[in-house]
């Protein structure tokens, strides 16, 4: 069965502080993986990582694969309280219809 | 605003009873996927269109569940006789075909079953 885990649950940090989320992965047909942040509604699309080893980023986050190792992180750097959310990994596979979601990472950051 | 739309947003309803959600998708998007997220889970993929063809079911799908998308555009999700344990954020997402890796989502509706 598709199994895509996430770690830690859930994480509080101070303003400023940098985040490291984990996501590892054990699918079949591995095609792709994405990242989302899910603040109080939709799931909003950050990354989508195909290739190992190359960083994908925008402004303070950046995200890099290990289809290896089978996982992927995304890092946050200086923190914001509107950083403030749970972050999903999702996994993309050949032959499946639909996306395949871990529990997330809550991250809740102080001022 | 041309995302994906949702509605109603909140819905409580006491056990037993029967409710409909819809999904408005983004209007060139041929697939149409709704999932359910429990608190501190993450999605669970339930069912998927093409078009007006239902082509998944998931097993969490029980037979209290049915989804319609009859002209190929909106979609319908209904709950006949209600459980608690439907409880749940019901998510709507859509994509263009043969790009199911860009699923945009809707803000959900968020099911309360007393």
């Known amino acids: 069965e598709d199994k895509v885990v996430q770690s830690p649950l859930s994480l509080v940090v101070h303003e400023g502080d940098t985040v490291t989320l984990n996501c590892s992965y054990e699918?079949?047909?591995?095609?792709?993986l994405l990242w989302y942040k899910q603040e109080k509604k939709a799931p909003t699309f950050l990354f989508m990582l195909?290739?190992?080893?190359i960083e994908k980023k925008s402004g303070r986050l950046s995200s890099i694969l290990d289809k290896k190792e089978l996982f992927s992180i995304l890092n946050i750097t200086a923190t914001q309280t509107g950083d403030s959310a749970v972050y999903l990994c999702?996994?993309?596979?050949?032959?499946?219809?639909?996306?395949?979601f871990g529990t997330g990472t809550r991250l809740t950051v102080i001022p | 605003d041309t995302g994906v739309s949702q509605d109603p947003r909140h819905k409580i309803t006491k056990r037993g009873q029967n409710v409909t959600f819809r999904c408005d998708p983004i209007?060139?998007?041929?697939?149409l996927y709704w999932y359910r997220q429990t608190l501190g889970q993450g999605p669970e993929f339930l069912t998927y269109?093409?078009?007006?063809?239902?082509?998944?079911k998931s097993r969490l799908l029980s037979d209290r569940f049915s989804a319609e998308r009859p002209k190929g555009s909106f979609s319908t999700l209904e709950i006949q006789r209600t459980e608690q344990g439907d409880s749940a954020m019901y998510l709507c997402?859509?994509?263009?075909?043969?790009?199911?890796?860009?699923?945009?989502f809707g803000p959900g509706t968020r099911l309360l079953v007393l």
């Open positions: 997402a859509s994509s263009l075909l043969g790009q199911k890796e860009t699923q945009y």
């Open positions: 699918v079949t047909n591995f095609r792709s």
């Open positions: 195909t290739s190992s080893g």
């Open positions: 999702a996994v993309d596979v050949t032959g499946a219809n639909n996306l395949f």
């Open positions: 209007s060139e998007h041929n697939r």
């Open positions: 269109f093409q078009n007006e063809a239902q082509l998944e």
